[in-house]
């Protein structure tokens, strides 16, 4: 089992930035990719981005120039710098892992909330 625990979330302005953690824990050595999630209120769950064991990103097009997804392997986290905020990435924020490239996630944090104010 991995257990993935976010955080760093909070209430923050248009412009703003904030930093996503997630820790991971548990049986990591089977742990391949990881990523982040969002959902909105009223809104099905989607992917913002995403990290290899090597270190290669890929980004949703809503996000992409503005967020950067970065893991130290050393300390068992992925991080989300997320620059230039807008209301719209207001959302629960979700850490996902798996355990290769092709695979589905199973593993998931509980959540952190990212509220940006107009």
């Known amino acids: 089992q991995v257990q993935l625990v976010e955080s760093g979330g909070g209430l923050v302005q248009a412009g703003d930035s904030l930093r996503l953690s997630c820790a991971a824990s548990?049986?990591?050595?089977?742990?391949?990719?990881m990523g982040w999630y969002r959902q909105a209120p009223g809104k099905q769950r989607e992917w913002v981005a995403a990290?290899?064991?090597?270190?290669?990103?890929n980004y949703a097009d809503s996000v992409k120039g503005r967020f950067t997804i970065s893991r130290d392997n050393a300390k068992n986290t992925v991080y989300l710098q997320m620059n230039s905020l807008k209301p719209e990435d207001t959302a629960v924020y979700y850490c996902?892992?798996?355990?290769?490239?092709?695979?589905?996630?199973?593993?998931w944090g509980q959540g952190t909330q990212v509220t940006v104010s107009s």
């Open positions: 996902a892992a798996r355990r290769g490239p092709l695979q589905p996630y199973e593993y």
């Open positions: 548990g049986s990591i050595v089977s742990i391949s990719g």
């Open positions: 990290i290899t064991s090597g270190g290669r990103s």
